[in-house]
């Protein structure tokens, strides 16, 4: 993932490294799905509606077995289906997404559509906490919280920055679970990189309303000069950067 950002100068790996735990326990632990059948009509569905966190999602996508990891070297070449938001054209990915403060409407009707059909499939959406600026994401779960969508679940990528600045700057959002419950989900809090805590709260079974997570995250986990730096919003690594990130991240794994 850091070497694909850095190879084409392209952006956004600080808000590819605080979701990369949350995509790892939903694809290694929860979601239905199968890699040689993307289109299987009973799989679990995702939308990772903050798009701009494609590089994370493309390398999931591979490492899962979507699609030969080779073709992650042409992200962000002209003409590859890996853009730098996330495309539908990309085996596995259920909606192409980038305009934020869409994608938890989509989920939303994909679980009333599944509720409908009587379709066991379940629906999620990953957003960030700077997207729930935007007006759509409340109309959504006022839609869902109405309806009783229990086969839906919000991940929301809590990691307290935005384009500009940080939440609580530009549009604080707190007190955040309040405001879910107060449109009829069931909200909880969770340290987004702890793949035990993540796997345990998904693994609940689901009650009689929506359920969001507000995963707590890190900008740039995992990369002590990217953490919690605005810079690494927009940011792309030079080569000394990309060699002393690829190192601290190899002694952590």
């Known amino acids: 993932m850091l070497a694909m950002v850095h190879r084409v100068n392209a952006?956004?790996?600080?808000?590819?490294?605080?979701?990369?735990?949350?995509?790892?326990?939903?694809?290694?632990?929860?979601?239905?799905?199968?890699?040689?059948?993307?289109?299987?009509?009973?799989?679990?569905?995702?939308?990772?509606?903050?798009?701009?966190?494609?590089?994370?999602?493309?390398?999931?996508?591979?490492?899962c077995g979507f699609f030969d990891r080779t073709q992650l070297d042409s992200f962000c070449a002209n003409g590859s289906p890996l853009t730098g938001h996330v495309s539908h054209l990309v085996p596995g990915v259920e909606f192409s997404t980038g305009s934020l403060g869409h994608g938890l409407s989509l989920a939303g009707g994909m679980a009333l559509a599944a509720r409908i059909d009587e379709a066991p499939w379940r629906s999620f959406a990953v957003l960030s906490d700077g997207e729930c600026d935007e007006g759509s994401v409340w109309e959504?779960?006022?839609?869902?919280?109405?309806?009783?969508?229990?086969?839906?679940?919000?991940?929301?990528?809590?990691?307290?920055?935005?384009?500009?600045?940080?939440?609580?700057?530009?549009?604080?959002?707190e007190p955040f679970a309040d405001k879910w419950r107060s449109f009829g989900w069931d909200a909880r809090e969770v340290d987004g990189h702890d793949h035990d805590a993540l796997r345990a709260v998904l693994s609940d079974p689901p009650g009689d309303a929506p359920r969001v997570l507000l995963c707590r995250t890190i900008k740039g986990k995992g990369v002590r000069f990217m953490e919690d730096q605005l810079t690494w919003h927009y940011k792309s690594p030079n080569r000394e950067q990309l060699t002393e990130a690829l190192a601290e991240l190899e002694r952590a794994r």
């Open 11 to 63: 952006s956004h790996v600080g808000s590819c490294f605080s979701v990369a735990d949350m995509l790892a326990v939903l694809y290694g632990a929860i979601l239905r799905v199968e890699p040689a059948r993307p289109d299987h009509p009973l799989r679990d569905r995702l939308v990772v509606s903050k798009g701009h966190a494609a590089a994370a999602i493309y390398a999931v996508l591979a490492e």
């Open 140 to 173: 959504a779960a006022l839609f869902a919280g109405h309806h009783r969508l229990n086969g839906l679940t919000a991940l929301i990528d809590c990691n307290g920055i935005q384009s500009f600045g940080r939440i609580s700057e530009v549009l604080d959002l």
